[in-house]
């Protein structure tokens, strides 16, 4: 079995201190790479506490750093540090995503706004910045979800957003592929993370009836076929959506 070595490279985790991207960031670390893991301010201070935490557990070779999605000076910011940091850029893992669910005929307008802005945007703003910086043969991996491809009861913003995800996914893989920078994003059904526990019971349970596996995913097989994304295995993917959803289509 060919073993994935990531070291020497560099990859930066938006949101890699919490659920998918926590699983992401140790998955990538576990492999050799450095890793730096963003965080933006909140009122109660938890997105950088988690993103510390994460970074101190993890030990050498891993940084917590401030970066806001949704402001390009932030992440301009945030990617010269890390490039200061460790000297180099090769992974990105567009990963930072926020939930604003309600109905579309009970969504505000600054709810729609604020998932597009974040889920979306967030994306495009990070690869412009990581474009212009990111080695040749590179790796840009960003998070789609089987809800851009389904559609879920009160996700018309969120859906929205992660069908734009796939739709960039494409076009941003031919406008790089000279470089032999890889694009590709991953579509993962529902993992019980603290973004899936605020689904309700009831509505859990009639998604697990659209799974043919019969559970859940978890974090660690959503993390392992980005790491697979991001290695030497994956030289001649790009464009691709990965789906990683237990079989649903419903």
Avoid at 8 to 34: C, D, E, F
């Amino acid at each position: 079995m060919t073993k994935i070595d990531l070291t020497s490279r560099t990859a930066v985790i938006t949101g890699g201190g919490q659920g998918l991207g926590r699983a992401t960031t140790t998955a990538l670390h576990a492999a050799g790479a450095n890793v730096a893991i963003t965080w933006f301010a909140d009122p109660d201070g938890i997105n950088q506490s988690r993103a510390e935490e994460t970074a101190l557990q993890l030990g050498a070779r891993a940084i917590a750093v401030e970066g806001d999605v949704r402001s390009r000076e932030s992440i301009a910011a945030m990617l010269n540090h890390v490039v200061e940091q460790f000297g180099s850029l090769e992974i990105v893992v567009n990963n930072a995503a926020i939930l604003k669910d309600r109905s579309l005929r009970n969504m505000e307008d600054d709810e729609w706004q604020a998932v597009i802005d974040t889920n979306l945007s967030g994306v495009y703003k990070v690869c412009k910045e990581a474009v212009a910086r990111i080695s040749d043969g590179g790796r840009i991996v960003s998070m789609a979800s089987i809800s851009g491809f389904v559609g879920f009861f009160g996700q018309t913003n969120y859906s929205a957003a992660k069908a734009g995800v796939v739709g960039l996914t494409k076009a941003l893989s031919k406008e790089v592929a000279g470089r032999r920078i890889t694009v590709n994003a991953v579509a993962p059904g529902v993992v019980m993370t603290e973004m899936a526990e605020t689904i309700p019971d009831t509505a859990r349970s009639e998604m697990l009836k659209q799974i043919p596996m019969g559970r859940f995913g978890t974090p660690d097989e959503i993390a392992n076929a980005i790491l697979f994304l991001c290695s030497p295995l994956a030289d001649y993917i790009t464009g691709q959506t990965i789906h990683v959803n237990g079989g649903w289509w419903g």
